[in-house]
C-alpha cells in the first residue's frame, strides 16, 4: 500500500513537501517514484530513486527545484517541492518502481496559483 500526503495549495514560489508511507513490500529493496498527471494531460514521471539513494532521476522540469529522498526506517519517500510554478499543479502519485507504471497509491492534490 502506499499512502500519499502533503498536497495542498501553494503560491508561485512556495514550497511544499509530499510523503509516501509504504507498507506491504519491502520498501529499502524497491526503487520509488513520483509521478503526476496535470488536468487534461497524460501521467509523468517526476523523480525516481534507487532503493539506498545512490541513483536518482528528475525530469528536466523540475530539476534544481524538487529533491526526492527516502527514510528506509519508517517505509516513506518524500518529495521537497521548491520554487512552485503554475505549471507543477497536478495530482502526484507515489509510484513503486523506477518509473510510472508501478502500483500507485490514491495520489495528492497540488495545486499552486495565486
Known amino acids: 500500500q502506499l499512502v500519499e500526503s502533503g498536497g495542498g495549495l501553494a503560491q508561485p514560489g512556495g514550497s511544499l513537501r509530499l510523503s509516501c508511507a509504504a507498507s506491504?513490500?519491502?520498501?529499502?529493496?524497491?526503487?520509488m517514484s513520483w509521478a503526476r498527471q496535470a488536468p487534461g494531460k497524460g501521467l509523468e514521471w517526476v523523480s525516481g530513486?534507487?532503493?539506498?539513494?545512490?541513483?536518482?532521476y528528475y525530469t528536466d522540469s523540475v530539476r534544481g527545484r524538487f529533491t526526492i529522498s527516502r527514510d528506509n526506517a519508517k517505509n516513506t519517500v518524500y518529495l521537497q517541492m521548491n520554487s512552485l510554478k503554475p505549471e507543477d499543479t497536478a495530482l502526484y502519485y507515489c509510484?513503486?518502481?523506477w518509473g510510472a507504471g508501478g502500483r500507485k497509491g490514491q495520489g495528492t492534490q497540488v495545486t499552486v496559483s495565486s
Open positions: 509510484a513503486l518502481g
Open positions: 506491504g513490500f519491502t520498501f529499502n529493496l524497491a526503487s
Open positions: 530513486i534507487n532503493r539506498d539513494g545512490s541513483d536518482i
